[in-house]
């Protein structure tokens, strides 16, 4: 078993910008030991550079079969442990279904949903050893369909599944496992995309009439990894400004 006063040790997946690398930021400020992994050298060598020799990096790609496997035996040799996984890498490919062919989906597919299994199932053992968490990053399009999302929507949704899963069969170890559906998000890839009629239109459909930031979801996260949701497991959590509850509700109809 894993020695309960070390310091807590977190992987977290797509750690070298956004909502992953405020996710380890914020842990860290917790305590916690992070392992940051993403397969994009320079970004990540970046964003270790920010926590002064403190956060072990690694460059991994978990699309890779071979990588996850790779890559927690790395995280416990140099931390000797590990009690929560964050799947939060992913990629994004918008597009309408007809002209979303068979390699574009798969590209979405391998990353966003066989990533977090692949990665899941290599730290299992590791996180029975300390009854960690898993938590995973789905999407707010995972819960409601939008047009021009059909593989990054049905990749996000299938995470969502997938959690309950892991919750169902992975909770008689102590193993926990929760999703975090985040909404529209303000980014810096999300800025330089979004028009001012898309900002707005998204204000409007908000009941918080704003985007969330990267910390906002982060804080989300660090919450269910922590002892603090030691009995959460199974939950799809949005964190969203209350996107999901409008449904169908038309914003012209608000007061």
Same mark, same amino acid.
């Given at each position: =078993?894993?020695?309960?006063?070390? +310091?807590?040790?977190?992987? !977290? ?5 956004? #909502?992953?690398? $405020?996710?380890?930021?914020? =842990? ?62 992913? %990629? ?10 068979? $390699?574009?989906?798969?590209?979405? =597919? ?5 990533? %977090?299994?692949?990665?899941?199932? $290599? ?13 995973? #990053? ?38 926990? +496992?929760? +999703? %975090? ?16 009629? !898309? ?21 989300? #996260? ?13 939950? !799809? ?14 914003? +012209?109809?608000?007061?």
């Amino acid at each position: =078993m894993a020695n309960a006063t070390q +310091a807590k040790v977190a992987l !977290i997946t797509g750690a070298a910008r956004g #909502i992953g690398l $405020a996710t380890a930021h914020l =842990m860290v400020n917790d305590g916690w030991k992070v392992a940051l992994l993403d397969r994009d050298a320079d970004a990540l060598k970046s964003a270790a550079a920010e926590f002064d020799g403190k956060a072990l990096d690694l460059l991994f790609d978990v699309s890779d079969p071979q990588a996850a496997p790779q890559a927690i035996r790395a995280c416990l040799d140099h931390f000797g442990r590990l009690d929560a996984l964050v799947n939060n890498a992913g %990629v994004a490919d918008f597009g309408p279904i007809e002209e979303t062919d068979f $390699a574009r989906w798969r590209r979405v =597919m391998e990353t966003n949903l066989d990533g %977090v299994f692949l990665m899941t199932q $290599a730290a299992t053992e590791a996180l029975k050893d300390s009854a960690g968490a898993i938590v995973n #990053i789905a999407s707010i399009s995972g819960l409601r369909a939008s047009t021009l999302r059909v593989a990054y929507g049905t990749s996000k949704a299938a995470v969502i599944h997938l959690t309950k899963q892991q919750a169902a069969e992975l909770g008689e170890y102590g193993i926990r +496992a929760n +999703a %975090v559906c985040p909404g529209p998000v303000r980014t810096k890839l999300a800025m330089a995309v979004h028009t001012q009629d !898309i900002i707005d239109a998204y204000h409007d459909a908000i009941p918080l009439n704003r985007y969330g930031s990267e910390q906002e979801i982060g804080e989300v #996260i660090a919450f269910l990894c922590s002892e603090k949701a030691s009995y959460v497991t199974g939950q !799809i959590i949005a964190s969203d400004g209350g996107f999901e509850s409008t449904g169908v509700g038309l914003p +012209a109809l608000r007061k």
